[in-house]
């Protein structure tokens, strides 16, 4: 199973709302009232949803990469 796909396409309604596809919503369990973070860049012209729970796994593994790095650094001087 690939990881990146192409799910369809989402209009931009009047309000600056998005459908999100059902497809897209079901492979990757968003439900209503889940809370998505917007991420982007301006100089790609990318835009992304990223799911609560997903966001807080990635800055947890940060956190202990960083205390691994300081513990490495700690142990060289």
């Known amino acids: ?10 209009t931009v309604g009047t309000k600056g709302q ?15 009232g889940d809370k998505l973070y917007v991420v982007g860049s301006c100089k790609s012209g990318f835009v992304g949803l990223l ?14 990469e960083v205390e ?3 513990t490495i650094k700690e142990s060289r001087k």
């Open 18 to 32: 998005i459908v999100i596809p059902l497809e897209a919503r079901d492979e990757m369990d968003i439900q209503t």
């Open 68 to 70: 691994n790095l300081k």
């Open 1 to 10: 199973m690939h990881d990146k796909k192409l799910f369809g396409t989402a």
């Open 51 to 64: 799911k609560e729970e997903t966001l807080e796994k990635f800055i947890e593994h940060m956190n202990l």
